[in-house]
């Protein structure tokens, strides 16, 4: 195909003939499961083919009452299914709504499109902030682009005309006319990993433990399984030893574990795209949750970003000439960012300097400069890294307690000269002294971390309150790793941070066990919003933020933080309470089995008690406990804080079984009676612990509590032919005994856990 004129672009004739060549950038990437993969990861799951086969084992011994069981399996997956695609629906509108538009030259004009429009040979414009989306070479212009996001490598690249640009790397200075040269699949982003944006691997504590459980469960079911039947079947005949052996297995998979966590999620997706929240990660509302430290980018969260020039202090020539001067270098940079932007926007005079270099402003130098022919080189930026004079000095000291100060200086043969100070004022965001309350009541510990000076930033934390202020430091007098780390363990604001700075003062609070969340909106913010433990972006912001963080903010509104943790906070609170339901059963049916591996006796369950004490102890209040506002803060450890529930449980029932064991020896108890006995007992015990769990009881715990006291009784009364339950004289003489046996144990094993996990499990930092 021919050149194309990088100043005109392609017609809509060439646009139209390439996409029907196929030539168009469409997204290979997936944003979301599909329907498909929802379904089968639902539905084809170990716990499902496992309930499967113990169901058809039902079916063959003819019991099909006790096939109950699989009708609670098949309500779960439903449930399951309806809610993942739901919340697929939303994070994909979402997802849309968040994308930016990518400017393309076409009928030589400048026009925006989606990104999936985009076609060979198009001529892309790129400026400060943009992402990279289809691999293309450089027609007009120089920048500097960042490929961490792909390569790894931290540090800026400088490009020139015919260098080519990478999908997946982000322009980080200076502004670009590009020609695309790959689209879709043959992207190079694409290539290596099927979408043009870092994934964070997902650290989930809640994950973890579940995997651990059901790794467990795998290991143990099966050998556990086949000795158990063979027990059963020397004592009872086939169809009863099935039954037995169904009934413990039943008792050992948590069927309903990893439903109840996938369930929550995605409802804390929906509550969240509410307050116009994006999830791009689920798991990442859980990190959040357990934030103790939250570092800010000050422009855009703190302030509004908007900027304005306040004034001008001249120092030398005229008003007139700096006038020009900054018009002249807005003109001749590529790429407005927001402090050029308001400087454009300020001084628009006309000007005939011929631009003969430039170098672009960027976030680790700290300034731009402009050489214009027969009128000399021009610098725009910090004063720190550009002039020493203390004279100087001392007037931009007194101008940084209320404004951002820039410095213009000309250079003339290496003698730099200041020729004005230019005052930058940003407006505080009406809702960011609230949020930073919020903030300092929970006891997350928040801290700014921000390019402009140490006083002007300094300045804005008092005016909104944060406690500390006055600890911050100059990163630009830092020099070595020792001072860097030193800072990190006193400071609370950071200021002159260059982008490599901000992810070493991440790591460094990670290394002394925070968990630290940031949130930014610019290119200096990618690289410590990727190291952070939850990163959240402003949509406001640049393409190359949002793509790295885990949440955005689609409204830009710091002010949606509190909500995001307070949702973290009631999803992990509620598994957590609910999990402990769903591992009673599972921690004392595992010893069960196995202690009735060494019992000449009958397992004293079979499917459908389990049944009936599952729905009432576990299955229907681990929902609706999941699903209720809870904004209590996160303590300990997951797993510890679900065993230290569950196990005193588990043990109480295991305890009881026990019991119930030796009485039907030594009173020669009919196995119908033993049975019945274990299923009360059971059931008794894990209302206990429903009632534990629900304390302090509002008007919802109070109501499910005795709503399922009720239930359990109506089952053992009203429906105990149903549910194979006898009651006889033994029976009514001997449960008060067994119910006072099982609350004492609860009490005993519960002071003894609180004990253990008090003083002797050490705290540790959870991520």
Known sequence: MNEIDYKKGLTDEEVNFRKEQGLVNIDSSVKTKSIGRILSSNIFTLFNFLNLILGLSIILVHSYKNLTFLGVVFC????????????????????????????????????????EDIVVDDILYLEQGKQVVSDCIIKSGTCEVNESLITGESDPIYKKKNDKLLSGSFVVSGGVYASVIHVGKDNYASIISNEAKYIKKVNSEILNSFNKIIKFISIMIIPLGILLFLKQLSL????????????????MIPEGLILLTSTVMAVSVIRLSKYNVLVQELYCIETLARVDTLCLDKTGTITEGNLEVADVIIKKTSLSNVEKILSAMCKASDSLNPTMKAISEKFASDTNFIVEQTVPFSSSRKFSSVTFKDVGTFYLGAYEYLIDDEKIKKEIDKYSEEYRVLILVQDINGKKTTLALILISDVIRSDAKETLSYFKEQGVDVKIISGDSEKTVRSIAKKVGLDNYDKSIDMSTVKTDKELIEAVKTKTIFARVTPIQKKKIIIELKKIGKVVAMTGDGVNDVLALRESDCSVALSSGSDAARKVSQLVLLDSKFSSMPKIVNEGRRTINNIERSSSLFLVKTIYTTMLVIIFLFVNMSYPFIPIQITLTSVVTIGIPSFILALEPNKEKIKGLFLINVIRNSLPTALTIVFNIVAIVILSFVMKLDRTITSSLAVVVTGFTGLMLLYKISLPLNKLRFILFYSMCLFFLIGIVGLRQFFSIYISRHMILILPFLMIYAYILFDIFTRIFDYIVRKKIPKKRIN
């Open 76 to 115: 779960n997956t439903i449930i399951g299914i309806i809610q993942e695609i739901q919340a697929k629906k939303i994070i994909d509108r979402l997802s849309i709504l968040s994308e930016s538009k990518e400017k393309v030259i076409r009928n030589s004009k400048i026009i925006e499109v989606n990104k």
């Open 236 to 251: 009872n005949p086939l169809e009863n030893s099935v039954v037995n052996t169904v009934a413990a297995l039943v008792g």
